[in-house]
T-cell receptor, first 112, second 118 residues
Framework: SQQGEEDPQALSIQEGENATMNCSYKTSINNLQWYRQNSGRGLVHLILIRSNEREKHSGRLRVTLDTSKKSSSLLITASRAADTASYFCATVLNTGGFKTIFGAGTRLFVKA | DTEVTQTPKHLVMGMTNKKSLKCEQHMGHRAMYWYKQKAKKPPELMFVYSYEKLSINESVPSRFSPECPNSSLLNLHLHALQPEDSALYLC?????????????????FGPGTRLLVL
């Protein structure tokens, strides 16, 4: 099964509201990363949080990591229509090679 | 230059055709990746190259043949594909880890090639 699972699968909010997405994973991690993907395009790296960090900020993004619960959350504050995209969490497994596993993703729609 | 480029952007091919997807980066990354992504699904890892050598093959059918001719280029050769192979194919690269090659670090993705197999 997927290393990272995300919820909700889809989220629709008004511009200006906050959006929260959650990710759970199964094995121990070195770090957890969040990526954004606009429709049908490549992924853009948003933020990386290491296993010894609990919270990290980047602009309007806030990521938390709870290694005891094997979960992470991504908060986007004061959302904009341009934030409409799919958001994926990702972890890397070292199983003799470094294999990146993506969560199922959350599709965010921000209404203007 | 922090860009990964992929060509072509779109590709339509028949099941008997042979085609190639190309990926290029000039960030000095020595780990490069191919992913396949179906609609509304996350990317799935296909291949990983480390220092131009194949280090991971995720049991991908032999009709997909990767090639890494040098540290900046990654190709994916396609032959006798099936309609279910239609997908977005993404290339990525990353900084080498402490031991060199792939690592836990950030991956930089290209825009992808949208492939349709008829």
């Amino acid at each position: 099964s997927q290393q990272g699972e995300e919820d909700p699968q889809a989220l629709s909010i008004q511009e200006g509201e906050n959006a929260t997405m959650n990710c759970s994973y199964k094995t121990s991690i070195n770090n957890l990363q969040w990526y954004r993907q606009n429709s049908g395009r490549g992924l853009v790296h948003l933020i990386l949080i290491r296993s010894n960090e609990r919270e990290k900020h980047s602009g309007r993004l806030r990521v938390t990591l709870d290694t005891s619960k094997k979960s992470s959350s991504l908060l986007i504050t004061a959302s904009r229509a341009a934030d409409t995209a799919s958001y994926f969490c990702a972890t890397v497994l070292n199983t003799g090679g470094f294999k990146t596993i993506f969560g199922a993703g959350t599709r965010l729609f921000v209404k203007a | 230059d922090t860009e990964v480029t992929q060509t072509p952007k779109h590709l339509v091919m028949g099941m008997t055709n042979k085609k190639s997807l190309k990926c290029e980066q000039h960030m000095g990354h020595r780990a490069m990746y191919w992913y396949k992504q179906k609609a509304k699904k996350p990317p799935e890892l296909m291949f990983v190259y480390s220092y131009e050598k194949l280090s991971i093959n995720e049991s991908v059918p032999s009709r997909f043949s990767p090639e890494c001719p040098n540290s900046s280029l990654l190709n994916l050769h396609l032959h006798a594909l099936q309609p279910e192979d239609s997908a977005l194919y993404l290339c990525a690269s990353s900084h080498p880890g402490l031991a060199g090659g792939p690592s836990y670090e950030t991956q930089y993705f290209g825009p992808g090639t949208r492939l349709l197999v008829l």
